[in-house]
């Protein structure tokens, strides 16, 4: 059974956008808590943010605001849980906020400002509890600060796709997954703005669902059923919580139509 993360200081109201705002996560809370046995995660250390971006990236965030560097630990910890669970064998999907996957190594922009699946990634290879992951980001924009940090480690593949075509967009990434070698683990940074009635105005809900199943089968055929997934964007607030369950439920291996849709 698929957990989430969540913690109610991901709605602290710091500015970053009127997007990128609280309600987001309150409605994808709401609607997944009845399904979803929630995990609450502790902020991230230090160490763990310097694993994939530099002393001054840290502190440049520390000078935005508390509000927003406090959150910002505690994205980037939601990430940790997520990916510590799966490494335990249970998938979950982490409700936090910021995103990160525009985040780089000494950059931030995009309503992110620490790359949370990064720092997830990066901490379980030095533990040494992966040698090789995975990286699909199915957000509408490319997740450019994730493909600057691992730029030039072997052990990380990014997979990040795009097409104006609906279901041309859908084919070029199980083409993706299907190349995936043995892995360790799957990460998933999941981005909903590529919905048929947000900016990216492609899927269909029942798309959602399409993708979180091929990234269980994949995960389950060649990760050893390790894998997880973390919120990135996702604007249209009327379908959002839907598009998630949806989403989630594919995580999950359900077949047939998602209860969301």
């Known amino acids: 059974m698929l957990k989430i993360i969540y913690h109610e200081d991901y709605l602290t109201d710091y500015f970053t956008s009127l997007a990128e705002n609280p309600l987001r996560i309150s409605i994808i809370y709401n609607k997944l808590k009845d399904y979803y046995a929630t995990v609450e995660p502790e902020k991230a250390s230090k160490e763990s943010i310097l694993r994939v971006h530099s002393q001054e990236h840290l502190e440049k965030v520390q000078q935005e605001s508390m509000e927003t560097y406090q959150t910002a630990m505690l994205a980037a910890g939601g990430a940790l849980c997520s990916a510590h669970l799966a490494c335990q064998g249970q998938p979950s999907f982490a409700i936090i906020r910021p995103p990160g996957h525009h985040a780089g190594r000494s950059r931030y922009g995009g309503f992110c400002f620490f790359n949370n699946i990064a720092v997830a990634v990066a901490e379980l290879l030095e533990t040494g509890l992966i040698r090789k992951a995975v990286i699909v980001d199915i957000d509408m924009h490319r997740g ?100 998630v369950l949806a989403f989630c439920q594919g995580l999950e291996g359900k077949k047939g139509e998602s209860d969301a849709v």
Do not use: M, P
Request: charged fraction near 30%; hydrophobic fraction near 40%; charge should be negative.
């Open 144 to 243: 450019d600060g994730t493909q600057d940090i691992f730029a030039e480690t072997s052990s990380v593949c990014v997979i990040d796709v795009w097409s104006r075509q609906r279901e041309a967009y859908l084919e070029l990434l199980q083409d993706e997954l299907d190349r995936v070698e043995e892995a360790d683990i799957i990460a998933v940074s999941a981005g909903f703005d590529l919905y048929v009635e947000d900016w990216g105005g492609l899927l269909e809900s029942s798309d959602f669902h399409r993708i979180g199943c091929a990234i269980h089968e994949t995960a389950h055929a060649k990760a050893r059923g390790r894998y997880f997934s973390l919120l990135e964007g996702g604007y249209f607030l009327n379908d959002l919580g839907k598009n």
